[in-house]
């Protein structure tokens, strides 16, 4: 047992300073991801390894997989987490199948008007129709959430992979690297960077993301990687004389994406927060993008006169949020056992 | 723990300099500082000119952010675009953020740590279950959106409070910020608590304090807490940079006075000394408090020392 638990004590233990600057940066939205990686750091190398049984290299990772997918399949969370996130991409991509309105078209003579037949969450200062602009929002949270996090995951899990995976000066430029990165409060970082570019589209919020997100990625990777490689069978396919490529892509990036995809799925939810706390500083997406984070501002100053404005698209926002931060949830339970 | 200190007081030197140049870089190179001063008009160039060679502006971007570091360590922190110095702001500023942040530190400290406490020892249960919950709900709500409800709620509608903050900032003003910018840190201090505690409750050590018949709030505050909570300490040490970055939000909704509205006010109007002032101070703080909760880490758990 004192045997193998080694790899797993070494793997946080020889990062010390390094991990525990881990949570900072992060302003607000990103932290839960890092937190609950924080949690993950240790168990990864748990799961991966599944606890007990050392054996069966090759059956060993379908059945980690099988096995959450059943535990999934019966887990209330992650079926309404997953309706709900299944419903918000289809509404994303159509928003006409549920709101037949244009967000853009206002009449100001309904301004702040309440809920009215045929407008049921009321207008907000504009004239515009809240509930139309509600369904539209979506559609820029859920690109900025995707796209953010598709970057920011692929980006942190090659780079740590391979500091992981090969070690020496490049590990060490990439983790004093990414320290920088986390010494800058996510907001505070965005509020300087964004303040300075003018475009009105999607991009530089998701790769102002990308930029401060991907070292939270792979400092999980690189973690999952340096447990994942200690393990025997890597070795004896090292000794039978696999190559470098052969080893990383068959034998140990199998075994150490699943921490990577339980942090992702809980950054997307997050990222999504952030998004909107960028937007609502004025920073982040512009009009005439429709989204939730503006409509928010706009509607901030009006509360006591028209809550409504407020209180619709924030529900819309918290709730998506939520249904990401649940999956992640479900799914970082289905993978690691030992956390339940 | 001597090497220990000495090896962690190095490695904080390179992230202080990316991170200062990062910001430093972003503010000068991208934005146009002189420009920003002349509003809307277009400045008169031989003015502009001078105005640069004054500020150092006219240097390549390295010697200008040499000079300025040179300048902060002897407290010279530069004038903000109004001629205010910026040190006078900070003077006014930081105390009120330091307030608020305090609060909002007590507060998750004494909910995290009861509400973790309550879930991880009830661990799959209705409660345990239901507080998990909680923290997630919590989670998913963004600050700016709690700080609206509850400024609405106890300010407008029940009239408990102040809805915004007088500029002396007392700390009974700040009890509703605080809560606010305290709430989603607090999740997490439920969570980790939570998670804590209820892998230790079934280590030997208490086992052994149960069956030497020691009171059960015995067990719990001198064996399972003390040993439960030192990941918690390095959370609080951590967030202290998500705090700040918070409290721009929340000292925005509650109209409070410290670094946050003043950083706001300066990105707004691009008033670079004042910006990269604030932020660089920032992370010295946030940098400072890391090395702290490492090396009180170090203390609470040798293994950490000896890696």
Redesign the interface.
């Given at each position: 047992m004192p045997d193998d638990l080694q790899p797993l004590?070494q793997g946080p233990?020889?990062r010390?300073?390094?991990n525990?600057?881990?949570?900072?940066?992060?302003?607000?939205?990103m932290?839960?991801a890092v937190?609950e990686a924080?949690?993950l750091e240790r168990p990864p190398g748990t799961g991966t390894i599944p606890g007990g049984p050392p054996g069966g290299p090759g059956a060993k990772p379908r059945s980690l997989w099988s096995d959450a997918w059943r535990e999934l399949r019966r887990n209330p969370v992650f079926i309404a987490s997953g309706l709900l996130i299944v419903f918000l991409v289809l509404i994303a991509i159509w928003p006409g199948l549920i709101a037949s309105g244009d967000p853009l078209s206002c009449n100001l003579a309904k301004s702040q008007e309440g809920s009215q037949p045929g407008h049921p969450f009321g207008y907000d200062t504009q004239g515009c129709d809240v509930y139309t602009r509600t369904v539209y929002g979506a559609r820029a949270s859920v690109t900025v959430g995707v796209c953010a996090t598709l970057g920011a995951a692929l980006l942190g899990s090659l780079l740590g992979g391979l500091a992981g995976f090969f070690g020496r000066w490049g590990d060490a430029l990439l983790s004093?690297?990414a320290?920088?990165f986390f010494?800058?409060?996510?907001?505070?970082?965005g509020?300087?960077?964004l303040?300075?570019i003018t475009s009105t589209t999607v991009w530089p919020v998701v790769g102002f993301i990308v930029l401060l997100g991907w070292p939270q990625i792979s400092r999980i990777a690189r973690g999952s990687v340096i447990t994942a490689k200690q393990n025997d069978y890597v070795q004896a396919a090292r000794a039978l004389g696999a190559s470098n490529t052969r080893l990383l892509l068959r034998h140990v990036a199998p075994n150490a994406v699943a921490p990577v995809i339980v942090v992702a799925t809980i950054a997307l939810?997050?990222y999504i927060?952030l998004e909107?706390?960028l937007s609502?500083?004025?920073?982040g997406l512009r009009p005439p993008t429709v989204s939730w984070g503006i409509d928010?501002?706009n509607a901030?100053p009006q509360?006591?006169n028209a809550?409504h404005m407020?209180l619709w698209p924030?529900g819309a926002?918290?709730?998506t949020?939520?249904a990401f931060?649940?999956l992640g949830?479900a799914v970082r339970d289905a993978l690691d056992p030992k956390?339940r | 723990m001597g090497r220990y200190v000495l090896r962690r007081l190095l490695q904080m030197v390179p992230v202080f300099i990316g991170t200062t140049f990062l910001i430093f870089f972003m503010v000068y190179a991208l934005g146009d500082p002189v420009a920003a001063l002349f509003g809307d008009r277009a400045p008169d160039p031989a003015t502009a000119a001078r105005i640069r060679r004054e500020l150092y502006l006219d240097r390549p971007l390295w010697t200008q952010y040499l000079h300025y570091m040179g300048q902060i360590f002897q407290g010279n922190f530069g004038t903000a675009f109004n001629g205010q110095p910026v040190l006078d702001l900070m003077a006014e500023a930081w105390p009120v953020t330091l307030r608020l942040t305090l609060v909002a530190i007590v507060i998750e400290l004494i909910f995290g740590i009861t509400l973790g406490v309550i879930g991880g020892l009830r661990r799959g249960r209705a409660t345990d279950t239901g507080v998990l919950f909680l923290t997630l709900v919590v989670i998913s709500v963004p600050t700016f959106v709690t700080g609206y409800l509850l400024q609405y709620l106890f300010g407008v509608e029940w009239g408990l409070i102040r809805p915004s903050v007088s500029p002396a900032a007392p700390l009974n003003e700040l009890l509703l910020p605080g809560a606010v910018l305290a709430l989603v840190s607090l999740a997490y201090v439920t969570r980790l608590t939570r998670t804590s505690i209820a892998e230790n409750v079934r280590a030997d050590y208490v086992r052994t304090a149960v069956a030497k018949g020691l009171p059960r709030h015995r067990v719990i505050t001198r064996h399972l807490l003390r040993n439960s909570l030192i990941p918690v300490i390095t959370f609080i040490g951590t967030d202290i940079g998500a705090l700040m970055g918070g409290a721009i939000v929340t000292e925005r909704i509650f109209n409070i006075h410290g670094v946050g509205y003043q950083l706001y006010q300066g990105i707004l109007r691009n008033n670079s000394p004042t910006v990269v002032g604030f932020v660089t101070v920032l992370v010295i703080v946030f940098l400072l408090a890391n090395l702290l909760v490492d090396l009180l880490y170090a203390v609470l758990d040798p293994r950490i020392r000896y890696a």
């Open positions: 004590q233990l020889q010390g300073p390094g525990t600057i881990a949570p900072t940066g992060a302003g607000g939205a932290d839960l937190s924080e949690t004093r690297t320290d920088i010494g800058i409060p996510v907001v505070l970082g509020l300087v960077f303040s300075v939810g997050t927060s909107a706390t609502y500083l004025g920073v928010i501002s901030a509360i006591r809550p407020l924030a926002l918290s709730l949020v939520l931060i649940m949830d956390l | -």
